[in-house]
C-alpha cells in the first residue's frame, strides 16, 4: 500500500464521488486515527449526497410523470406570508426545464437563509419562466387573506412570460382554464412547488427588510411580520403601521 500524508488523502477524499471508488478500499488498512476520521467523514459526506438525490428524485416524480403525458410547461405555485400580522402576502409561479436539477432543493422554510438566496439566485438563472404576485395588506383586509392568497396566485400565474400547460399547487385549488393537481405539503413533494416557494420567500423577505429600515421598531427584519413577542410589545407602545393587517387579531381588536 502506498503510504500518502494525511493531507494528500484529504485531497483525494476531497474529490471522490462514489462511496465504490477504489482510493477508498486502498487506503482503509490505514490504522492512523487521522485518515479513519477522514474516511469517516468522506462516508457521511457520500451518504447524504446520496440521500439528497434519492430525495430529489422522489420529488420530480409527479413532475416526471406528467413529462411522460406529453406535458413541458409545468408549473409549480406556492405562496409565503398568510400568518403575519404585517406585510403582504407573496406568490410564486415557476415553470423549470425538463432536466432541471438542483440537489438539496426543498421546503423554503427547512433551508437557512444563505442556502435559500444561494438557491433563489440558481433557480432565477435557470428556470424556464417565473412570476410574483403580491397583494398588500389593504386588500388582504377587504378580501380576507385566504382570497388574497388565490389572487396572489393567479397573479404570479399570468405573470410569467410562458403560458402553462399545468399547474402544481400547494394544497389549494384555483379556478383557472388549466389542468391542476393540488398537492398536500407540495413544497416537500414537487420540485416546482419548491423552487416556487423558494422565490416567494426571498422576494418577501426582501420586502420586509425593506420595511424594517422604514420602521425599526417593529424587528420586520427579523420577525418578517409575524406576531413574535417584541412585534406585539412594539404594538403596544407604538401602534400600528400602514403595513399591518387590520382584519387580523390583535391589530383587529386595537382598532376599536
Given at each position: 500500500?502506498t503510504?500518502?500524508?494525511?493531507?494528500?488523502?484529504?485531497?483525494?477524499?476531497?474529490?471522490?464521488?462514489?462511496?465504490?471508488?477504489?482510493?477508498?478500499?486502498?487506503?482503509?488498512?490505514?490504522?492512523?486515527k487521522?485518515?479513519?476520521?477522514?474516511?469517516?467523514?468522506?462516508?457521511?459526506?457520500?451518504?447524504?449526497?446520496?440521500?439528497?438525490?434519492?430525495?430529489?428524485?422522489?420529488?420530480?416524480?409527479?413532475?416526471?410523470?406528467?413529462?411522460k403525458?406529453?406535458?413541458?410547461?409545468?408549473?409549480?405555485i406556492?405562496?409565503?406570508?398568510?400568518?403575519?400580522?404585517?406585510g403582504?402576502?407573496?406568490?410564486?409561479?415557476?415553470?423549470l426545464?425538463?432536466?432541471?436539477?438542483?440537489?438539496?432543493?426543498?421546503?423554503s422554510k427547512?433551508?437557512?437563509?444563505?442556502?435559500?438566496e444561494?438557491f433563489y439566485?440558481?433557480?432565477?438563472?435557470?428556470?424556464?419562466a417565473?412570476?410574483i404576485?403580491?397583494?398588500q395588506?389593504e386588500e388582504?383586509?377587504?378580501?380576507?387573506?385566504?382570497?388574497?392568497?388565490?389572487?396572489?396566485m393567479?397573479?404570479a400565474?399570468?405573470?410569467?412570460?410562458?403560458?402553462?400547460?399545468?399547474?402544481?399547487?400547494?394544497?389549494?385549488?384555483?379556478?383557472t382554464?388549466?389542468?391542476l393537481?393540488?398537492?398536500?405539503?407540495?413544497?416537500a413533494?414537487?420540485?416546482?412547488?419548491?423552487?416556487?416557494?423558494?422565490?416567494?420567500?426571498?422576494?418577501?423577505?426582501?420586502?420586509?427588510?425593506?420595511?424594517?429600515r422604514?420602521?425599526?421598531?417593529?424587528?420586520?427584519?427579523r420577525?418578517?411580520?409575524?406576531?413574535?413577542?417584541?412585534?406585539?410589545?412594539?404594538?403596544?407602545?407604538?401602534?400600528?403601521?400602514p403595513?399591518?393587517?387590520?382584519?387580523?387579531?390583535p391589530?383587529?381588536?386595537?382598532?376599536?
Open positions: 500500500m503510504m500518502y500524508t494525511i493531507k494528500e488523502i484529504e485531497e483525494k477524499l476531497a474529490k471522490i464521488k462514489d462511496e465504490n471508488d477504489p482510493f477508498l478500499e486502498e487506503i482503509r488498512p490505514d490504522a492512523r487521522g485518515v479513519q476520521r477522514l474516511i469517516e467523514r468522506c462516508g457521511r459526506r457520500l451518504q447524504q449526497k446520496k440521500q439528497a438525490l434519492e430525495k430529489f428524485s422522489h420529488m420530480s416524480r409527479i413532475e416526471r410523470d406528467l413529462y403525458q406529453g406535458y413541458r410547461f409545468i408549473a409549480g406556492d405562496e409565503v406570508g398568510r400568518g403575519p400580522l404585517a403582504p402576502v407573496v406568490a410564486s409561479s415557476v415553470i426545464p425538463e432536466d432541471f436539477q438542483l440537489i438539496g432543493l426543498d421546503d427547512k433551508l437557512s437563509e444563505a442556502k435559500r444561494e439566485t440558481y433557480i432565477q438563472e435557470h428556470a424556464l417565473i412570476g404576485g403580491i397583494i395588506p388582504i383586509d377587504q378580501v380576507n387573506i385566504y382570497e388574497a392568497t388565490k389572487k396572489a393567479l397573479s400565474i399570468t405573470a410569467m412570460p410562458i403560458v402553462p400547460e399545468y399547474l402544481l399547487i400547494d394544497a389549494m385549488k384555483l379556478d382554464p388549466y389542468p393537481q393540488a398537492i398536500i405539503k407540495g413544497d413533494n414537487s420540485i416546482s412547488i419548491a423552487a416556487a416557494s423558494i422565490i416567494a420567500k426571498v422576494t418577501r423577505d426582501a420586502i420586509m427588510k425593506q420595511l424594517h422604514e420602521y425599526p421598531i417593529y424587528q420586520f427584519e420577525n418578517m411580520g409575524y406576531g413574535t413577542k417584541e412585534h406585539l410589545v412594539a404594538l403596544e407602545k407604538h401602534g400600528i403601521t403595513y399591518h393587517r387590520k382584519s387580523f387579531e391589530i383587529k381588536s386595537m382598532m376599536k
